[in-house]
């Protein structure tokens, strides 16, 4: 099992920055990728980024590609979301996922923390 723990949401002005941060206990942090994911009211949970376990590839999807920034530090059990020039429309609940396989698929992630919410004020 692997516990993930999400924090640094809020409420910012649009332009505006955060950093999300999530802290895993359990099982070894770094045998696993890690991805971070959001859900507006009314929709899909929705991928945002990813990186490999030794923080060498990451990957994000076009909406937030440029503005937000996916790191990882395995000494501290911690992966990092950096949101940079906040819209609106970035306005969810994000959660981190942990997962054996380095993908964007929601299904392939096994462990999940309980979500922190972001509210981008226009």
């Known amino acids: 099992q692997v516990q993930l723990v999400e924090s640094g949401g809020g409420l910012v002005q649009a332009g505006g920055s955060l950093r999300l941060s999530c802290a895993a206990s359990?099982?070894?942090?770094?045998?696993?990728?890690m991805g971070w994911f959001r859900q507006a009211p009314g929709k899909e949970r929705e991928f945002v980024a990813a990186?490999?376990?030794?923080?060498?590839?990451?990957y994000y999807a076009d909406s937030v590609k440029g503005r937000f920034t996916i790191s990882r530090d395995n000494a501290k059990n911690t992966v990092y979301l950096q949101m940079n020039s906040l819209k609106p429309e970035d306005t969810a609940v994000y959660y981190c996922?942990?997962?054996?396989?380095?993908?964007?698929?929601?299904?392939?992630?096994?462990?999940w923390g309980q979500g922190t919410q972001v509210t981008v004020s226009s």
């Open positions: 990186i490999t376990w030794s923080g060498s590839s990451t």
């Open positions: 996922a942990a997962s054996p396989f380095y993908t964007t698929s929601r299904a392939d992630y096994n462990y």
């Open positions: 359990g099982r070894t942090f770094s045998n696993y990728h």
